[in-house]
């Protein structure tokens, strides 16, 4: 079983969508029917779509050592705030939960977006 693709509540999807690929080194292609779709690989695509009224969601990605180093490099030149714990995310820190890596930050709409390198499963 595998997640194939997940609806990302917005308040304007293409901006978001554009917002996130561009964190994530990913590229956005345009809308298909009403969803702004990002592709995260062969297995998930992050679909933006409009709504006037959400909660914020959390999104956890596990990524290698270059990847994050990639992607922290890109939010660390955007100026956008970080940190350390998902009740903590300005704190400008990273945590080093179970030997590896971790940031997190809000997204423009609000969503807690997370990177991690370890979560516990390694042998």
Do not use: C
């Amino acid at each position: 079983m595998e997640l194939n693709h997940t609806i990302v509540p917005a308040r304007e999807k293409e901006a978001s969508a554009r917002f996130f690929a561009q964190i994530f080194g990913l590229t956005y292609n345009g809308a298909i029917s009403h969803f702004a779709p990002v592709k995260v690989n062969e297995h998930l695509t992050m679909d933006f779509d409009n709504a006037d009224d959400f909660s914020s969601h959390h999104y956890a990605f596990k990524v290698s050592e270059s990847e994050f180093d990639e992607i922290f490099g890109r939010l660390r030149a955007s100026g956008i705030e970080f940190g350390s714990q998902p009740w903590t995310p300005k704190n400008g820190e990273l945590n080093d939960r179970f030997g590896g890596r971790g940031v997190y930050w809000l997204d423009p709409d609000g969503h807690m977006v997370e990177i991690l390198t370890r979560d516990g499963t390694e042998k």
